[in-house]
């Protein structure tokens, strides 16, 4: 097949699945729903794949979308390096959600909607992927937003649900304010939408006022980013993302850690020639930022997911820096690895979850590492990735970020030295809160809170324990050791072969040839390479993680003892502000309510010109007609009435002195016909 | 080609008008049945027209021409008026939407229990109207049809409308009539400056002509007329081409509605019954937007290039503002209706473009808020026909109790907060994008209009998290009256879903008609 219908035939499928899982809203049907999806989104990596191997180079196609004869909008697929490995990687993970959710969904009533949702979601961000210019990605973009939206509030009658899901629209709203408005000043300076045009097309020529066209595509590159703030969580727009974990597990591994939330880097990716310096450093600066912060707030959660949220923030901070620093590859590559880590860590934290009964406070956690083997060891896999430990991907990925950071600092000392810096203090806090994660989800504790919490234990997790226990004592009575491991995994659950998987695929291996060496992975010969390696960093990373390590895991220790006796913790006003991200959450509420509901709101004022002021200014218009239609019965009654009134007087009083000529005088009457007839008849005559 | 397919679409629901008033009351069931058969055959005539329709042509096609009245203004000149009809890329996106929308609204009027005969009849004579005024090319003839709109309507409103319907029907009569008003001023200006050229030659008199083909060319101006553009005459310190605009603006304006002079629609949108504010919002609307571009830009463009910014100004303070009275509402009814306040802005930010992009925009934007307003308007009246209630904080939690209407309440919200996919999308995305690479308007009129947008999603999203989510929660009484649609609700509000995702996604349906004739009036 050629691509064309290849690409079509993998948008339609989960189109379709959209619509049909919907349709079997409230039949018998809806359990098997999960069955259709998962068939549904391996078909799609099926098709995916065959495209990837028979399309290499860039493709275009382009129909017409918007024939306005001036500047026709087309609607442009474009498949090139960097779609390519998007729309693997977005279906793959999509595959495995689905898998997981098969299980982790199964028992809620509107299962459908969440896989119709699901579908759609994959839809719109394959869109998105395959968008060949700004107009459609933004376009797909917003639909993916949607999509998230309804995941988030999946559960419309939790009332925190809905408030989260609304937060997220409208602050996404904002930022894609930010870049339709870039879109249009980059439309205004190139004359294209079209992201092949960008590289090759000049400034058109123009007067400009104000600025000059180089400092006007700064400002497009800037607001283009307003809308990256937005959908990839950076500051200060990034406080939705933390509150997004309302939705289901599954939902948050697949948008809210590797997929959606990256549509930003990748938009900078297709943008990126037009990266002016001056607009790069204010998006690199920027992500460093933000991965400080969410670093921060991340080490003060006690909720998992939460815990993961803000580092999902962080880590998309890494990945807007390198996108600033004009890293394309490095940038493309962390987003890679930490899709496969982070959705793993996310599945893993909703198999504990779900093996808790839904409890998601780490501190009543503990003590699982032998309840789920599994789960614990792809957690340990995926947390390692996260750190950036040597022979997983995530180290391959983060050591090419911040030596090209540190590159990027080095380069020109200064003010942009302030970028690496951030982005290794960022490394040590990612060490320190995965360690304080791991130690208090998983690893043993003396009082365990656990066998409180459950009442019944899962089966297949229990039944992997036992085999996996036996495999471990090597206790060879009655069958073989290959028996035992075909045992082992056939006791294997859903959520057991997910999250391995996952975790499986955040090693080198699928990366690079070397475990240790970022120049062989095939990311920086499709996309470039990478321009200097300073040997000293994996040192001074590797004293990061020792130090980290060693902090964290004593200090957690403590803050587990304290929960227990219930010991106030010397737990400062620091502690405080970054758990709660600096209040900027608080100051947006209060902000939108001071505007829109508060005491003096914006909406008084506007009501108050509505009624006061045109309504009545109306009504004023009204009842002047109403004066003037009083002028104009005076007139009449004084004037014209008056005057009429006047001549019918005259006729009368007229009338009055002939009546008293009438007295009965017959011979005066007499005399004045005889005269009024010969006048008569002398007239006759001489006429 | 004179085919008297255009007549047909006048004088069929006039036949049908006919009809309803000659058969007596003891057939008052066939009534909403002939008013139904009628749109039906006007929604296969457009459909044929549309098939037939030369998309490439940007000039009128179809044309019937006969005359109708002469009138001799002394020994010097006559006065031509003409029945002539014909269809451009402009007016058959109009005729088309119209006559949709008058289909969903006569089956939305099988709800009507009393005083059937005047109801249909009325309803009839307003779809022969509203066609007529879109189909007409002479001025006289679009005037007359302008204007005979504003007496069904009145009586729509003041016989069928709610409680207050009395106070809202003559506040809407008196609002458009003074706008016609001043358009019958400009009309009588523009027809003594013009002579037909043709007809001069012939008669070998002065032939005034209501022509817009004849109006709008340059070289049909007298010199010494008032609306010459060599002598110009001063009206009140303007010359006379800029004031007749700015009276057009306000005519149309009124009928748009453009703030300031929207107070009568949230007034006649409450007390209307719903297919009334379905035709009021879905087309009566759009005849404003139709007059800027048919009327003022193509007789006196010198005059509306000028006022660009004027006319960008409106709109953008139409669409904060209607947005933001719009979020302050308590009303369904007159959310909707500030909501399209604030819709219809976004036409004349699009109309102030004054290039392709933006036209295109403006006239998308019209169609889209056609089918979008027409929904929203259904919306509320399924609620309002099972509670008698239309407060949104009266309703909570709907989305367990009625998901199918959920599923079509997030179509129309989410389309008219502008959610790419649905056609609000393209409509906004137009019209900004024409602004802001438009010469004529400082960029911050779009860039104030991007507002707009995200003003729209937070009082659409409000709106549908209170009503929709959370536990399904009401009084007492509304428990059991509120049931999921009928399948009559479902038919239209699904086929206006239909449509809104069709024109949404493949945006071109739309602009392929109107394209070439709005590319040829900007020449």
């Given amino acids: 097949m050629n691509p064309e219908s290849l690409v079509f035939f993998n948008l339609q499928i989960y189109l379709l699945g959209f619509i049909f899982l919907l349709s079997l809203n409230n039949t018998v049907f809806v359990k098997t729903t999960g069955g259709i999806s998962l068939v549904i989104s391996i078909l799609g990596v099926i098709v995916t794949s065959s495209l990837l191997v028979n399309t290499p180079g860039t493709v275009i196609l382009s129909y017409d979308w918007i024939p306005i004869s001036e500047q026709p909008v087309h609607f442009t697929l474009l498949i090139n390096a960097q779609t390519r490995f998007m729309l693997f990687l977005v279906q793959i993970i999509a595959c495995f ?16 909607r969440f896989f119709a949702y699901l579908n759609l979601f994959v839809f719109s961000m394959l869109g998105l992927v395959l968008a060949g210019n700004l107009l459609q990605l933004y376009f797909f973009w917003e639909l993916v937003g949607f999509c998230s939206y309804l995941l988030i509030g999946f559960w419309y009658t939790r009332k925190t649900a809905n408030a989260a899901a609304i937060k997220a629209f409208l602050l996404n709203r904002i930022g894609d304010a930010f870049f339709l408005a870039g879109i249009f000043l980059l439309f205004y300076l190139y004359g294209t939408f079209r992201f092949d045009d960008f590289a090759h097309l000049p400034l058109i020529e123009r007067n400009y006022i104000y600025l000059d066209a180089g400092q006007l595509q700064t400002l497009a590159i ?60 204010f998006i690199s600066l920027t992500g460093a930022l933000t991965s400080v912060m969410a670093g921060l707030s991340a080490l003060y959660q006690n909720d998992i997911k939460k815990v993961l949220a803000f580092s ?114 960022t490394s040590f806090l990612t060490t320190c809160y995965v360690v304080r994660m791991v130690v208090m989800v998983f690893f043993q504790r003396e009082d365990s809170p656990v066998e409180i919490i459950l009442d019944t234990t899962k089966k297949t997790v229990d039944g992997a324990l036992k085999t996996f226990k036996d495999l471990l004592t090597a206790d060879n009575k009655g069958s073989s050791g290959e028996d035992r491991v075909i045992q082992f995994i056939r006791n294997l659950g859903i959520y057991d072969t997910v999250t391995l998987a996952l975790a499986f695929s955040s090693l080198w291996f699928f990366y690079s040839s070397h475990p240790l060496h970022p120049e062989d992975v095939w990311f920086f010969n499709e996309f470039g390479g990478i321009k200097e390696m300073y040997d000293w960093l994996p040192w001074l990373v590797g004293f990061i993680f020792l130090a980290g390590l060693l902090i964290s895991y004593n200090s957690t220790l403590d803050e587990i003892r304290r929960y227990y006796f219930k010991e106030p913790g010397p737990r400062g006003r ?109 007239i006759l005559i001489i006429l | 080609m004179e085919s008297g397919i255009l007549s047909s679409l006048i004088l069929l629901p006039l036949l049908g008008s006919l009809l309803i008033l000659i058969l007596p009351r003891a057939y008052k069931t066939f ?143 008196i609002y458009t009539f003074s706008g016609s008003v001043l358009i019958l001023v400009v009309m009588i200006c523009m027809v003594i400056s013009n002579q037909d050229e043709f007809f001069t030659s012939e008669y070998a008199r002065l032939v005034y002509s209501f022509d817009f083909r004849t109006l709008k060319d340059t070289n049909n101006l007298i010199s010494s007329s008032i609306l010459s553009i060599e002598n110009p005459v001063l009206i009140f310190g303007l ?172 179509i129309a919200f989410f389309g008219s907060l502008g959610l790419p996919s649905l056609s609000g999308f393209i409509g906004e995305f137009l019209t900004l994008h024409g602004a802001f690479q438009s010469d004529h308007l400082p960029k911050l009129i779009p860039a104030f209009g991007i507002i707009g947008i995200v003003l729209s999603a937070i009082y659409f999203l ?62």
């Fill in chain 1, 222 to 281: 800037v607001l283009l980013f307003g809308g990256v703030m937005a959908k990839s969580a950076q500051l200060p727009l990034q406080v939705w993302l933390p509150d997004a974990m309302e939705g289901p597990t599954p939902a948050s591994a697949l948008i809210h850690a590797a997929t959606m939330v990256v549509a930003g880097i990748f938009l900078l990716g297709r943008v990126a020639p037009l990266i002016t310096p001056d607009a790069g450093f």
């Fill in chain 2, 462 to 523: 409000l709106t549908f998290q209170r009503m929709f989510f959370g536990e399904f929660n009401t009084r007492e009484e509304y428990r059991t009256l509120l049931k999921d649609l009928t399948k009559t609700e479902i038919f239209m509000l699904g086929s206006l879903a239909v449509l809104t995702i069709l024109t949404g996604v493949w945006p071109n349906l739309i602009i392929r008609y109107i394209n070439s004739s709005l590319t040829e009036i900007l020449k």
């Fill in chain 1, 97 to 112: 959600v689905n898998l997981f959710s098969f299980k982790y969904m199964g028992d809620d009533p509107g299962v459908n």
């Fill in chain 2, 239 to 410: 010359p006379a081409r800029e004031f007749m605009f700015l009276l057009l603006l306000i005519g149309f304006g009124i009928k748009m509605p453009v703030v300031p002079f929207h107070t009568w629609l949230p007034d006649a949108h409450v007390e209307a019954p719903t297919p009334v504010s379905v035709i009021l919002a879905g087309i009566l609307l759009k005849i404003g937007g139709y007059g800027i571009l048919r009327v003022a830009y193509e007789i006196l463009p010198d005059a509306t290039e000028k006022y660009a910014v004027l006319i960008g100004a409106l709109g953008l303070v139409s669409v904060i503002y209607g947005a933001l009275n719009a979020l302050n509402q308590t009303d369904l009814k007159k959310m909707i209706a500030y909501s399209s306040v604030s819709h219809m802005g976004f036409v004349f930010i699009g109309i102030a473009a004054f290039n392709s992009i933006g036209f295109n925009g403006a006239v998308f934007q019209m169609f889209s808020h056609g089918i979008l307003s027409s929904m929203l308007f259904l919306i509320a009246g399924v609620i309002y026909e099972r509670t008698h209630d239309r407060n949104i904080s009266a309703f909570q939690g709907l989305a367990k109790k009625m998901p199918v209407y959920t599923l079509l309440v997030a």
């Fill in chain 1, 574 to 682: 620091f502690a405080r502000l970054a758990q709660r991200q600096f209040y900027m959450d608080d100051l947006y509420e209060r902000l939108f309510r001071k505007i829109f509901t508060g005491e003096r709101n914006i909406l008084k004022p506007v009501s108050h010109i509505e009624t006061a002021w045109i309504d009545a200014a109306v009504v004023k218009a009204g009842k002047s007609s109403l004066f003037f239609a009083k002028i104009a019965g005076k007139l009449e009654k004084e004037i014209v009435d008056a005057s009429v009134m006047g001549f019918f007087a005259m006729i009368k009083s007229l009338g009055n002195q002939i009546r008293k000529w009438g007295k009965g005088n017959i011979q005066l009457y007499l005399l004045g016909l005889i005269v009024a007839l010969t006048a008569l008849v002398f």
């Fill in chain 2, 31 to 173: 009534y909403k049945w002939i008013c139904l058969i009628t749109q039906i055959l006007l929604l296969i005539n457009v459909m044929t027209i549309l098939g037939l329709f030369d998309r490439e042509n940007p000039d009128y096609q179809f044309i019937e021409h006969s005359e109708w009245f002469r009138l001799s203004l002394g020994s010097k000149s006559i006065l031509s008026i003409d029945y002539i009809l014909g269809v451009d890329g402009l007016s058959i996106s109009m005729v088309a939407l119209s006559s949709l929308v008058f289909l969903i609204a006569a089956v939305s009027s099988f709800r009507i229990s009393y005083r059937e005969k005047t109801y249909f009849s009325l309803f009839l004579l307003l779809t022969a109207s509203v066609l007529g005024c879109f189909l007409a090319v002479d001025f006289f003839l679009f005037f007359v049809f302008f204007e005979f709109m504003l007496l069904p309507m009145y009586f729509l409103i003041g016989i069928w409308g709610g409680e207050n319907r009395a106070y809202a029907s003559l506040k809407f009569f």
């Fill in chain 1, 312 to 425: 999902t923030v962080s880590q998309l901070g890494f990945m807007v820096t390198g996108m600033g620093m004009g890293e394309t590859a490095a940038s493309l590559f962390h987003l890679t690895t930490h899709a496969f880590f982070k959705a793993g860590l996310f599945l893993c934290a909703g198999a504990v979850i779900s093996y808790l009964h839904h409890e998601q406070d780490m501190r009543k956690m503990g003590d699982l590492v032998r309840k789920m083997p599994a789960v614990f060891a792809a957690f340990l896999l995926c947390s390692g990735a996260l750190i950036g430990l040597p022979l997983s991907g995530g180290y391959l990925s983060k050591e090419s970020i911040l030596n090209a950071a540190w590159v990027y600092g080095l380069e020109s000392a200064g003010y942009r030295l302030l970028v690496p810096v951030l982005l290794t203090i």
